[in-house]
Every structure is written in C-alpha cells, then in structure tokens.
C-alpha cells in the first residue's frame, strides 16, 4: 500500500541553524501539508500546498518557514534560524484530492530537537 | 476564533463502549474527521461526515450535527489496542484548505 515516507526520521540542530525536513508524499496526490506536534500537544496545522504554491498557512508559518516542492516526489519543510521551541514532531501528509481529498495520509513524522 | 473541545481522557474496560465527543466553533465548515494517533505514531484517518447523521465502520462510528455543531466517536466492543488519543478535526476544503485539530482525547483501555 502507498505511503507517506519521511526523512530524517531524527534530526539534532543547534540554535540558529537551518534545517530541511523532507517528504515523499503518495505519488498520485494532490494535495501537500505539514504539521507539527509539540510533546503531549495537539496537531498544529502549518501550511497546505497545491499545484506548485500554498494554498493555506497558519500564524505558525511566518517567515522562519518557507515549503518547496523541488522536484516530482519531494515535498520539503525549511526552517531558518531555529529556536528552542521549534523542538516538535513534524508531520506531512497528503491527500489525494477529488471527492475522497478529506483523507489525509501522514507519514511518520520527524523529531526534531533543537539544543 | 476557531475552536474545538473534547473531554481530555477517557477510561475504559475491554468489550465496552465508549463515546468521545467533540463540539466545534470554526469559520469554515466542509465536515468533520475524527484521526487516531498511538503514542510515538502518526496519525490515521479513522472517519469523516460531511453530512448530518451516523457513519459506521467496522467497531468505529461517527456521528455529526451541523446545527449543533456537535459530532462523537463512539467505540465498540474496545479492544487493548484501541488504547490511544483521538482527535476530532475540521476539514476545511476549498481555497483555504486546512484541517483545524482538537486538543485530543487519550483512551486507556484497561483489562
């Protein structure tokens, strides 16, 4: 069955560094998101992405966060200058769009701690 | 603002029933999803009503009133492995399409 995959499924960073959290998302979908879980905290939606652009973002996604889809099957989350409370389980998920497009597929997620 | 509510935890014993509900306050409104996330997972699409009215799958069903801005899960016949968190979602589609996330419900099921 299709999934949703991730990488890195860890990542360790160092205030004030960049990170990159990649995705490949189902390869017939549409629609790309991503999340983020602080521990023991709710889903936070951050940004839906549609055809080459954002369709969506919250007040979480300023500009410290920028999306990129770079190729066909990559779907990538950028975080500048990282702070502590950037420390989260990120999340993407996908969804095929058309009438069935309120199911979204998540993949596993990435851990990232920022000392 | 936009707001979801939903009773934190949830206990219960194997072959019982129990209900979570969710009461909902969002600008937009598509339908309402209900996802189920274990400890150290993702979460899994579990049901979606659009519609007023029961959906059921298997020992899982879902049930939503727009006007009351109200919608539950209701569990059957719990098994151990149904201990989890669940969260009611608003899916907003259209142009701005984002799902808005409950707090989350933890269920322990106990023997």
């Known amino acids: 069955e299709p999934e949703v995959t991730q990488t890195p499924s860890h990542q360790v960073t160092q205030m004030g560094q960049e990170v990159i959290l990649r995705c490949v998302p189902i390869s017939n979908h549409l629609y790309f998101y991503w999340y983020r879980q602080i521990l023991g905290q709710k889903v936070e939606f951050l940004v839906s992405f549609y055809n080459n652009e954002i369709s969506e973002k919250s007040e979480i996604f300023d500009d410290q966060f920028s999306v990129e889809r770079p190729d066909g099957s990559n779907f990538t989350l950028k975080i500048r200058s990282t702070k502590l409370e950037d420390s989260a389980m990120y999340f993407c998920?996908?969804?095929?769009?058309?009438?069935?497009?309120?199911?979204?597929?998540f993949g596993p997620g990435t851990r990232l701690t920022v000392t | 603002g936009q707001s979801l509510e939903q009773p934190s935890e949830v206990t219960a014993v194997e072959g019982a029933i129990v209900q979570i509900n969710c009461t909902y306050q969002t600008s937009g409104f598509y339908g309402l999803s209900w996802y189920q996330q274990h400890d150290g997972g993702a979460p899994t699409f579990l049901s979606y009503n659009a519609l007023d009215g029961l959906e059921e799958t298997g020992r899982f069903s879902s049930f939503l009133s727009r006007s009351d801005s109200y919608g539950y899960l209701l569990l059957q016949e719990l098994q151990m492995k149904d201990s989890a968190s669940y969260f009611c979602a608003v899916w907003n589609a259209g142009n701005n399409r984002k799902l808005i996330w409950g707090l989350g419900t933890s269920l322990a099921v106990n023997p």
């Open positions: 998920a996908s969804s095929p769009g058309g009438q069935a497009d309120y199911e979204q597929y």
